[in-house]
T-cell receptor
Framework: DAGVIQSPRHEVTEMGQEVTLRCKPI?????LFWYRQTMMRGLELLIY????????DSGMPEDRFSAKMPNASFSTLKIQPSEPRDSAVYFC??????????????FGDGTRLSIL | QQQVKQSPQSLIVQKGGISIINCAYE??????FPWYQQFPGKGPALLIA?????SEKKEGRFTISFNKSAKQFSLHIMDSQPGDSATYFC??????????FGTGTKLQVIP
């Protein structure tokens, strides 16, 4: 079975450029999460969606960051303009919301972003 | 505000030994406590999880011990193997709300 698919795996770009990260969740999952991982701050939740609707974006660091989920099988995280401090590994995860039961999050392999 | 505190930050264990990672939480509303394992270049993957109505859960060499009154839980890896070398994250959540992760423990198992 295909897991969460993220693209690109690596991105190197110059400061000020627009960066778009992409995610395809596991089919049938209706919750999607974007995380950022750095050595200094660990794993931070940026935003999550339920049934394509953003539920909590309190972790989005600045207005330079935006995320969309136009349909159940695709999401993007955009940074415009990018800055060197945005360099990190960005993970997308999905899960199946299941009433009061807890379902694990399934992570993609991440996008390693380097802003020069 | 860190709601899940994890220790130690790093751990070196000899092959065959027991690895122990500890976590403490603050929010008594949390009702789901998963542990994730992350290998270099990969995303975290669910290893084992527990609910607060049980004090222990074992899956193979991995055991979660849970102390509700102390608001603490720990991961024990028995007979640790070099292949267990990875970063381990404890986490907590309420229902299917956002998961709060600990800061991670980098485990190295040496032959």
């Amino acid at each position: 079975d295909a897991g969460v698919i993220q693209s690109p795996r690596h991105e190197v770009t110059e400061m000020g450029q627009e960066v778009t990260l992409r995610c395809k969740p596991i089919s049938g999952h209706n919750s999607l999460f974007w995380y950022r991982q750095t050595m200094m701050r660990g794993l931070e939740l940026l935003i999550y969606f339920n049934n394509n609707v953003p539920i909590d974006d309190s972790g989005m660091p600045e207005d330079r960051f935006s995320a969309k989920m136009p349909n159940a099988s695709f999401s993007t995280l955009k940074i415009q303009p990018s800055e060197p401090r945005d360099s990190a590994v960005y993970f997308c995860a999905s899960s199946l919301e299941f009433g009061i039961s807890n379902q694990p999050q399934h992570f993609g392999d991440g996008t390693r972003l380097s802003i020069l | 505000q860190q709601q899940v505190k994890q220790s130690p930050q790093s751990l070196i264990v000899q092959k065959g030994g027991i690895s122990i990672i500890n976590c403490a939480y603050e929010n008594t509303a949390f009702d789901y406590f998963p542990w994730y394992q992350q290998f270099p270049g990969k995303g975290p993957a669910l290893l084992i999880a527990i609910r607060p109505d049980v004090s222990e859960k074992k899956e193979g060499r991995f055991t979660i011990s849970f102390n509700k009154s102390a608001k603490q839980f720990s991961l024990h890896i028995m007979d640790s193997q070099p292949g267990d070398s990875a970063t381990y994250f404890c986490a907590a959540s309420k229902g299917n709300q956002k998961v709060t992760f600990g800061t991670g423990t980098k485990l190295q198992v040496i032959p």
